[in-house]
């Protein structure tokens, strides 16, 4: 794995470590305003040197399910940009850090040390402090605090220049990145920005079938209050102009994977 030129974003020093796993990338605490300008044309350069495809969608329209699947199809890098939201929320809770205090959040930035798995055949293991959270993040008590962190302004572009950092610094053909914000601020020059869209039906369905012990009406609760709070946010449902839209209510998920590596091929000069 190349390491890249270190990096420092807007809130933070996004470096890819040596000592790390092939395919893993990670992030320390903030370290101030330098090199915005740089981080921000090393991601427009990786445009021209990489495919990067950007896809957002709601909760439960299967997007990381399916960008990983793309991913391994086209022979690229996967970044799930969800996980380092869920894990910063982790972060905050363990340092029981009062999730309705912003500055008390921003505050819990700088030793916020974040790595993840980019290699789509592999896990994608996360770790925060060295530590290995990647079944953690998932939990219910992450989940109904991924929200509050997201929200914070500090928090998000402390995010950004991370992600843009990982795209610039994949050393794949491309890459495959998802969540939130992706296809309008992240990666807005994306070769391909695609969103990922599904009925609610299908949505909860889907949701449904991955969690086990649960009711239908509390998968619909779930939801709905997740749609909720990331539409105060960003605007997920609605593809900005130059984002395709792949509705998968209709397709099964080989037929949805099929979909987003067909529009990568037609959009991309890849073989």
Same mark, same amino acid.
């Given at each position: 794995m190349s390491a890249g030129p270190d990096v420092t974003g807007s809130l933070g020093s996004a470096d890819v470590d040596p000592e790390r796993s092939p395919g893993e990338h990670g992030v320390g605490g903030p370290a101030g305003e330098a090199h915005v300008e740089e981080l921000r044309a090393e991601t427009a350069d990786a445009v021209h040197r990489h +495919? +990067? +495809?950007a896809v957002d969608g709601p909760a439960g329209s299967g997007k990381s399910s399916v960008s990983r699947a793309s991913a391994a199809s086209l022979g690229f890098d996967y970044q799930d940009t969800g996980a380092a939201y869920r894990a910063f929320a982790l972060h905050t809770l363990d340092g029981g850090v009062d999730l309705e205090d912003a500055e008390a959040i921003i505050a819990a930035l700088p030793t916020f040390h974040y790595a993840i798995g980019i290699d789509p055949a592999r896990a994608s293991s996360v770790t925060v402090g060295g530590r290995d959270v990647t079944d953690e993040i998932r939990t219910p008590r992450v989940t109904t605090a991924v929200s509050h962190v997201a929200k914070v302004p500090e928090v998000r572009r402390f995010m950004v220049d991370l992600f843009r950092r990982i795209i610039a610094s994949t050393d794949k053909p491309g890459i495959v990145t998802e969540g939130? !914000?992706?296809?309008?601020v992240v990666a807005p020059d994306a070769q391909v920005r695609i969103l990922l869209t599904a009925s609610?039906?299908?949505?909860?369905? &889907? &949701? #449904?079938a991955e969690v086990t012990g649960q009711s239908a009406e509390e998968t619909a609760r779930q939801l709905s209050t997740r !749609?909720?709070? !990331? #539409?105060? +946010?960003?605007d997920f449902m609605t593809a900005a102009p130059g984002v395709s839209t792949v509705d998968s209510t209709q397709l099964d998920f080989d037929q949805t994977v099929q979909a987003v590596v067909e529009l990568v091929r037609a959009s991309t000069p890849i073989s």
């Open positions: +495919v +990067v +495809v939130r !914000d992706i296809t309008t609610e039906a299908a949505r909860m369905a &889907r &949701r #449904s !749609d909720r709070l !990331d #539409s105060k +946010v960003v």
